[in-house]
């Protein structure tokens, strides 16, 4: 077995987690209370993303699967996690994974890539979100720049950037959530994006009190919005690497019994990302040798089956 792929340790690390006191247990209103739950919580990512633990990866891609299913009912399409999955992980290789396909496409890209925004960059995302590139949206990296030399909080710089898009662009919602991300990232110096925000774009922080409908960027109230979005984007983000910490631990323990040749590049992906296919092939692994290899490690209850199939079937922490 190729070992030298593996991480070396399978001890636990021991995870950061929102305190209780941090969440709001109702209506928040005052900009400086959402502010001081937002900061609560990022202090708590932070010293998550700064730990860096071998399963940081699967955990970060997972996030963004998340947040591209919650991008794809914003944009009125029906597809769950399990089709974007099935989308990006059954494609020809180098294939076009489809409308939705490109929505997780783009959200693995803020999940893998250091943080930066650049106009190459911003015009490829928006190509993978359907949005018509404009001389407005050329304008944005100076824009976000320049809210970034403010020195404000990232929750705040994050609610400007939102505003910024939505007069750029009226229709690239998603690309504002999407930057949201991105300028969180940068503002915490952080390696690499946590994709957080655009689950909570629908959630109960952006329900205007007193009003139908949500809450828009213009909007009074927006930004102690984002705040408390931030936090509960937060709280849950820690929840998932609560479930895939103990998940890669077990892995780690039982990668010693394993003795398929190609072994440690097989469990180096299961780390690194949300799913690995069961006819995974490398030059040390066939894929009958990789069905064997998930099926043993299934049975060792180190991977999960992730569609309930009999056939084409994605195993993940």
Not at 55 to 80: P, Q, S, V
């Amino acid at each position: 077995m190729d070992v030298a792929l593996i991480p070396l340790s399978s001890t636990p690390v021991a995870l950061p987690v929102v305190p209780g006191w941090s969440l709001p247990r109702g209506p928040v209103i005052d900009l400086a209370e959402a502010a001081f739950f937002a900061g609560a919580a990022l202090n708590s990512l932070d010293n998550l993303v700064r730990s860096n633990p071998s399963w940081a990866g699967a955990w970060r891609a997972r996030l963004a699967l998340t947040c591209a299913a919650a991008a794809a009912r914003h944009a009125g399409r029906a597809e769950d996690e399990a089709a974007l999955r099935d989308a990006w992980m059954l494609r020809p290789a180098d294939g076009d994974p489809g409308p939705a396909g490109r929505l997780l496409a783009a959200w693995r890209r803020l999940a893998e890539r250091s943080p930066g925004v650049d106009g190459a960059g911003l015009r490829s995302i928006c190509a993978l979100l359907g949005i018509g590139w404009s001389p407005e949206l050329a304008a944005l990296p100076d824009a976000i720049g320049r809210l970034l030399g403010e020195g404000r909080p990232a929750p705040l710089v994050a609610a400007a950037v939102l505003r910024a898009v939505e007069t750029a662009a009226p229709s690239g919602g998603l690309l504002g959530w999407w930057l949201a991300d991105q300028v969180v990232a940068l503002r915490l110096r952080w390696p690499l994006p946590v994709p957080l925000l655009m689950v909570e774009a629908h959630g109960a922080a952006f329900r205007g009190a007193g009003r139908g409908g949500r809450l828009r960027p213009a909007d009074d109230g927006f930004d102690a919005a984002l705040c408390l979005a931030v936090a509960q984007g937060t709280a849950r983000a820690l929840r998932g690497a609560a479930e895939i910490a103990p998940r890669a631990a077990r892995l780690l323990a039982v990668a010693p019994k394993l003795r398929a040749k190609g072994a440690g590049e097989a469990i180096a992906q299961l780390l690194d990302d949300d799913a690995v296919p069961g006819t995974l092939a490398t030059a040390k692994l066939s894929r009958w040798g990789a069905r064997r290899l998930f099926e043993r490690l299934e049975t060792l209850g180190a991977v999960r089956e992730l569609t309930g199939r009999s056939s084409f079937k994605l195993y993940g922490l």
